[in-house]
């Protein structure tokens, strides 16, 4: 997620693996065959380094260099950067209280740092920024439709920010969905109601 050179590293083994699985069905461009599901903003970050890794994938290959036509699911993102957010999402992934005390100078340190690279010297935020954006460009996404799941109890992914970025999608033509689940945290959402989600 925070390395992009490793993320698009991975989205190229995932491309030429959808690629090649999707060459084998029958190709109609009407029908959607393909279901995007992605996690938090790190699922949001590798979906991005998989549009151009797809995309690359196409000097080898006849066809469309975006993915094909599917459906997006967004579940606890995108959200914009913000010190606080990050950091929470570090700690929370601890396995215990004590690892959390172990971890938390580290992890305070490393979101500083990516703030200084983002706040301070202004280089370009894959993570808050550039896959948000990319996830809204047409000439990039191919959609049938996209459904945001979220919540405002989520302390990683802001439900302001996800709300903005369907709203903005929205206005530039994508067909949305929204689904709000009250009381459920950062991709917790299908914990909280497995039969609604």
């Not at 461009?29 to 797809?54: D, E, Q, R």
């Not at 700690?91 to 005390?101: E, N």
């Not at 709203?167 to 009250?182: H, I, N, S, T």
Request: include cysteine; charged fraction near 20%; charge should be neutral.
């Amino acid at each position: 997620m925070t390395l992009p050179r490793l993320g698009l590293r991975e989205a190229k083994v995932a491309a030429v693996a959808v690629r090649a699985i999707l060459e084998q069905e029958a190709p109609n461009t009407n029908c959607t065959s393909l279901l995007v599901h992605l996690f938090s903003n790190a699922g949001s970050t590798m979906l991005y380094h998989l549009y151009k890794a797809y995309a690359d994938t196409t000097a080898t290959s006849n066809g469309s260099c975006r993915l094909p036509l599917h459906v997006t699911v967004f579940d606890s993102t995108p959200a914009a950067f913000t010190f606080q957010t990050l950091l929470q999402g570090i700690l929370d992934g601890a396995p215990s209280a004590a690892a959390r005390l172990v971890i938390m100078p580290m992890a305070y340190l490393y979101v500083a740092l990516v703030w200084i690279i983002v706040a301070v010297l202004r280089l370009p935020d894959h993570i808050g920024d550039l896959a948000p954006r990319a996830h809204n460009d047409p000439a990039q996404v191919h959609e049938a439709a996209r459904v945001y799941i979220y919540g405002p109890a989520d302390r990683i992914t802001p439900a302001a920010g996800v709300e903005k970025h369907a709203v903005d999608a929205q206005k530039l033509g994508f067909r949305v969905q929204r689904e709000v689940f009250d009381g459920s945290g950062d991709v917790a959402h299908a914990r909280k109601d497995a039969d609604r989600y």
